[in-house]
C-alpha cells in the first residue's frame, strides 16, 4: 500500500497491490476486491495475476524467500476472509474472537464476480435460458477445473436423461480420458479430444428437447442470475457456493477434492441449502438412479421448498451485509481506515 503526493503537492489516490494465486478461482474474488477498494474507497488497486520465473524455481532464492514470508502469516496486520456471518455463523464468532498471536480475522464476503450482461454468450446458454420456465433449469457445473472420470460421466448423463428434467449442463473431458486438457478451452468439435465427443452415444439427441450442453465453459454468475435457472450441481468450490447464495439458487453437492467436501457438509448439515447424492457405487461412483433421485428431489419435491425459504434468507442476509449499513461493509471500511491512517501517518 502506498499514499503519495503528486509534483504539485495534491495527494493521489492510495494504492494497494493485490497478489493471487493465478488460478481463475483465486484470481476472480481478488479482482472483485480491487473493483470495491476502488469504488467504495477510492484506491488504485494492481492485480498481479502472473508468477515471476524466479518463483517457480525451488532452488531459487527468490523462491525460499517468498515460501519465509508465507510462513509469516501471524505477522500480518490483518486477514481477510471471504464469508459472511449467516453462511458460517460458528466459525465468524469463533474468529471474531481474539487470539494471542494471531491476526485479526475480518470476514468482507461475498467477495464474487457481478453479473455482467456484456459477459460473451457464445455458447447461447443465456440466449437458450431466456425461452425456458422460470426456475426449470438445473445449471450442472464442476467450476473452471473440475472433471469427472468417464465412466461417471457416462452415469451423470444417463441420471440427467432419466430424471427429464431441464438442464444446461458444462462438460469437460473426462480426467481418465487422455484428452488434451487445452481441448476444454476452445471449440474445437474436429478435435478428438473435443469434450462432447466423450458423452453416451446418442445423449445430445435424445436430450435436446430439454437440455443445453456445452463445452468447458459457460457465463456462470449469468446464468445463476437468470429467472429460469433453479437449481445448481456443484463441485461445492467456494466461489460457486457464494455465487448460488448470492443468486438465491438450492445446490446439489457434488465436492471433488480439497476443502470442498468440508464445504458439501456445511451447505447440506448446517446451512440445508444442499442436496447430496448417494455415494454407493465402486470407488465412490454415483450411479445414474441415485443421480436421477437428487435431481427430482431438487426440482420438484417438499424438500426443494424448504431449501429454497432458506437459501433466500441467506441471500438476504448477504446482500445486507454488503449494504453501506451492513456488517460486511463496515468490516472492509474499518480495515481501509487502519491502511489510510498507516499511509498518511
Known sequence: MAGESDDRGAARAPHVALLSSP?????????ELARR???EHGFTATVVTYILQPLQDRTSGAYRWMVHHGERYRD???ILVNTFDA????????LRQPEPGRPPVYPIGPVIRQPDDGDDDATGCIRWLDTQPDKSVLFVSFGSGGALPAAQMDELARGLELSGQRFLWVVRSPTDSGADPGANYYDGSKSKDYPL????????????????????????????????????LTHCGWNSVLESVMHGVPMIAWPLYAEQRENAVMLHEETKVALRPKVRGADGMILD????KVVNDMMNSEQRDVMCTKVTELQKAARSGLAASGMSHKTLTEVVRKWKERMFA
Open 37 to 39: 477498494l476502488h469504488a
Open 87 to 94: 453462511i458460517e455463523p460458528n466459525a465468524a464468532a469463533i
Open 23 to 31: 488460478g481463475m478461482g483465486h484470481v476472480v474474488p481478488v479482482a
Open 76 to 78: 500480518a496486520d490483518g
Open 289 to 292: 438412479e441415485d443421480i436421477t
Open 197 to 232: 465427443k466423450f458423452l453416451p452415444s446418442g445423449f445430445l439427441e435424445r436430450t435436446k428437447e430439454v437440455g443445453l450442453v456445452v463445452p468447458s465453459w459457460a457465463p456462470q454468475v449469468r446464468v445463476l442470475s437468470h429467472r429460469a435457472t433453479g437449481a445448481m
